[in-house]
Nanobody, 121 residues
Framework: QVQLVESGGGLVQPGGSLRLSCAAS????????MGWFRQAPGKQRELVANIISSGSINYADSVKGRFTISRDNAKNTVYLQMNRLIPEDTAVYYCNADVKRSSWSLATRWWGQGTQVTVSS
């Protein structure tokens, strides 16, 4: 069993910043990809950013230059630093991780419960 616990969401004014964290725990041999998705009311869930063990990173065009994803492999934790937030960033943010539970097992995707980010005056 693997569990992802998110924290750091909340209410912030436009132009402000938030830092999201997501820690994976349980039966983990290795984690290849960790990332963040978000979903606003009436919209599809979209990829925000992901990061591979090697350090390779991908960002959605809408957040490039404003958001930074990072990870601490020793702690199985991924972070999302969000700067210069705008109302369009308002959504539930979900972290995910592709986890191998042993050297011989297939990777399985796990999801966090989601954390609300609201950007409003």
């Amino acid at each position: 069993q693997v569990q992802l616990v998110e924290s750091g969401g909340g209410l912030v004014q436009p132009g402000g910043s938030l830092r999201l964290s997501c820690a994976a725990s349980g039966s983990i041999f290795s984690i290849n990809v960790m990332g963040w998705f978000r979903q606003a009311p009436g919209k599809q869930r979209e990829l925000v950013a992901n990061i591979i063990s090697s350090g390779s990173i991908n960002y959605a065009d809408s957040v490039k230059g404003r958001f930074t994803i990072s990870r601490d492999n020793a702690k199985n934790t991924v972070y999302l630093q969000m700067n210069r937030l705008i109302p369009e960033d308002t959504a539930v943010y979900y972290c995910n991780a592709d986890v191998k539970r042993s050297s011989w097992s297939l990777a399985t995707r796990w999801w966090g419960q989601g954390t609300q980010v609201t950007v409003s005056s």
